[in-house]
């Protein structure tokens, strides 16, 4: 107490002798967000369709795969509402006009790769049945341009800016709760085998989307 006492002494006796020579601001920032949520997908982030034999292949019509099932977990160490868009990272790949849920549409799906500069297929995010602790929810979906949320119809996740979350019904909107579960079916396609280069090598299928997880 002396201490600050005789220091604060100092600093007033010799104030009134100093001259301003500039200043400077200093600017603290940062976010308060209401908990932390950490998504992740049961079982691992990477899907292996295995080795396709070409021989297998129509060379005339789409070739569906077999899908594969995959979960998308958040959890979160408070009640929280999510919601979640997908960013293809390999767009530049989509075979256009593809078929995925018995719909058309080159939003609804996501590319596959490319071999020797020509697109190989696609694939698709068949959407489950979401849940919230452990509760059936009913999946929604809002975009920029109806930002109201609804119930979707293509069964499909969209590309972003289209977003996806859940909870009782759309007047309702998403609904708060510690963990989220949302499985999904991964269903990729190969364009007709006529469409592609002819090779003697093997190619590979190179899907990659990004899972973007926002606070509500």
Same mark, same amino acid.
């Given at each position: 107490m002396k201490k600050i006492f005789l220091m604060a002494a100092l600093t007033a006796a010799i104030a009134p002798l100093a001259v301003q020579a500039a200043s400077v601001d200093l600017n603290v920032s940062g976010t308060v967000i209401p908990t932390s949520c950490i998504p992740a997908f049961?079982?691992?982030?990477?899907?292996?369709?295995?080795?396709?034999?070409?021989?297998?292949l129509s060379a005339t019509t789409q070739? *569906?795969?077999?899908? $594969? *099932?995959?979960?998308?977990?958040?959890?979160?160490?408070?009640?929280?509402?999510?919601?979640?868009?997908?960013? *293809?990272?390999?767009?530049?790949?989509?075979?256009?006009?593809?078929?995925?849920?018995? $719909?058309?549409g080159d939003h609804l799906y996501y590319g596959l790769g490319s071999t020797n500069g020509v697109g190989i297929g696609g694939f698709g995010l068949l959407t489950g049945q979401p849940l919230t602790d452990g509760n059936p929810q009913t999946f929604l979906v809002r975009s920029p341009a109806n930002p109201v949320w609804r119930v979707p119809v293509s069964g499909l996740m969209s590309n972003a800016p289209v977003s996806y979350s859940w909870g009782p019904g759309a007047a309702a909107g998403p609904t708060a709760a510690r963990l989220h579960v949302f499985p999904m079916k991964v269903a990729a396609a190969i364009r007709p085998t006529s469409e592609l280069p002819a090779t003697t090598d093997e190619f590979h299928l190179d899907g990659s989307v990004t899972f973007d997880v926002f606070y509500l």
């Open positions: 049961a079982g691992g982030s990477n899907i292996d369709l295995g080795r396709i034999y070409s021989s297998t070739n *569906d795969l077999p899908p $594969r *099932d995959i979960t998308l977990k958040i959890a979160c160490d408070a009640p929280a509402a999510v919601e979640i868009a997908v960013t *293809d990272n390999r767009g530049g790949t989509k075979v256009p006009g593809l078929t995925f849920n018995s $719909r058309t």
